[in-house]
């Protein structure tokens, strides 16, 4: 025994030997965002962000100049910082249309794309003030070397550079929703639009965005996965701590702890009538005991979001009325999802829930036979939307384009009855809503949060067999703060 520990020991002590040797002190430069060298935990080589390739990066480049018209401009602007005070930035997220055509995670940028130039970046010069409080941020050789531009200038050359290449081009298109005065200011594109040679890029980057490369899809997956997760374990915990704000801070937790990088949107948690507000986001009440809690959440992770909505009782158990109406809108959720092939729309989705909706809130008393303008009023909203890089994803495909495989929407039915609703007082103050994600395949479609529970049976098993150990738990975290 004392031999074979020795062994071991000496094994140890080589492995370690060899790691002290392999060790590098050459410094890794620094870009302003994460790269396969400065984090290969994160990265495989080659990727320009988490899970996506300069190749792919270049391709959609490639696919984007194939849409515009001959002796096109593109101009790109990256996502400006905003302020929460004079001196406190909120924190930054990218334009999805700048991110998903360079890569570049970082603000004060401004990409130009043409078939004559290629991909030609306009980046900040960091000031040394500037790198001591905020970090070294990527500059001309990032872009070049990282962003795989052809061309690139620090942002001081730009109106030098660009009222030529606008002069030389017979159609302008830019992101109009970052448009920056650095540019829209020149003479040359103000004389440009005057004469309506500019437009919105959005309905050509859009359309790109619509169906996800199997790269995207993956990331679409993880993030699915990593929110379902976390709002599993949120719906543990809402037993013992049922506050608005305590699952709040829960599911971001138990999301950021996963690997997201931020929340898609702040977390909807509507405790009992405050789930009948749809994008409810005060989060600041004590859900009563017997009252439902409506949880819409998402995260985003390397620039891709997911998106879903469970409702459940935190007490354990949902009462009769509770129930009636929960089973219309998760039977609703089922039936809709059977529609989710290529060749359908999100509008033929949508108007089949109506029409299943307003038959069962007839059937069970909520609305009179002749009250279809009052159903608008208890669900205003469309049965789904679009998903990717931004919550509600490329907003300019209309929901009458029939789907194809690689596109993401959600299904979402839900209804939101007021304490105020003009009828059976049982039915007042009820919000449900049940959401989930749902890829398009060839064959029909793949349910991507399939594995967060939503059948009454499985929602009330966990919270009643499954929470006692978070309790405990709980409790003993609480004693221990509190000694």
Not at 152 to 178: G, Q, V
Not at 346 to 372: M, P, T
């Amino acid at each position: 025994m004392k031999t074979l520990s020795t062994k071991l020991l000496q094994q140890l002590s080589s492995k370690q030997a060899i790691r002290r040797h392999a060790y590098s002190t050459k410094a890794i430069p620094d870009f302003g965002q994460p790269t396969p060298a400065s984090h290969p935990q994160l990265m495989k080589e080659g990727e320009i962000t988490p899970g996506i390739t300069s190749e792919e990066y270049i391709s959609r480049r490639k696919r984007l100049l194939e849409l515009l018209p001959e002796k096109s401009l593109a101009i790109i602007a990256a996502a400006p910082v905003k302020m929460m005070t004079d001196v406190v930035p909120y924190t930054f997220r990218q334009d999805a249309d700048y991110l998903y055509l360079t890569g570049c995670q970082q603000p004060g940028g401004v990409a130009v794309l043409s078939q004559e130039c290629g991909l030609c970046m306009f980046m900040p010069e960091a000031k040394a003030h500037d790198i001591v409080w905020q970090g070294q941020t990527a500059g001309v050789d990032a872009a070049l070397e990282m962003f795989k531009a052809e061309k690139a200038y620090p942002m001081s050359k730009l109106n030098e550079i660009l009222p030529d290449m606008i002069k030389r081009s017979c159609k302008l298109f830019h992101n109009t929703l970052t448009a920056t005065p650095t540019y829209t200011d020149m003479e040359t594109f103000q004389k440009a639009a005057h004469v309506g040679k500019v437009s919105d890029l959005s309905i050509f980057t859009h359309e790109l965005r619509w169906v996800k490369s199997p790269a995207e899809l993956k990331l679409m997956k993880e993030s699915a996965s990593i929110a379902c997760q976390a709002l599993l374990q949120t719906m543990l915990h809402s037993k013992t701590y049922p506050y608005e704000a305590m699952l709040s801070a829960k599911v971001e937790y138990e999301c950021r702890l996963r690997g997201a990088q931020r929340m898609a949107f702040n977390p909807v948690v509507g405790g009992g009538p405050n789930g009948s507000v749809i994008h409810y986001s005060r989060n600041d009440q004590k859900i009563k005991d017997g009252e439902l809690v409506l949880m819409d959440v998402g995260c985003e992770l390397h620039g891709y979001c997911s998106d879903l909505t469970r409702t459940w009782p935190p007490c354990g158990s949902f009462s009769s009325v509770q129930e009636e109406v929960y089973d219309l809108i998760l039977q609703t959720n089922k039936e809709c999802m059977r529609l989710c092939k290529p060749g359908a729309s999100i509008r033929q989705i949508h108007n089949y829930s109506v029409e299943l909706l307003f038959k069962g809130l007839k059937e069970i008393g909520i609305l009179k036979r002749d009250q279809f303008r009052s159903y608008h009023q208890l669900n205003p909203t469309s049965i789904g939307h679009y998903l990717g890089m931004d919550v509600h994803d490329s907003s300019m495909i209309s929901y009458d384009r029939p789907l194809k495989p690689g596109v993401v929407i959600t299904i979402e039915p839900g209804i939101y009855l007021p304490s105020s609703l003009d009828g059976p007082e049982r039915y007042q103050g009820i919000g449900i809503r049940i959401e989930d994600e749902v890829l398009i395949t060839e064959t029909g479609c793949e349910v991507l949060t399939g594995s967060m529970p939503k059948e009454i049976k499985h929602i009330e098993s966990l919270l009643n067999n499954y929470s006692h150990g978070i309790e405990m738990e709980g409790h003993n975290n609480i004693k221990a703060a509190t000694r």
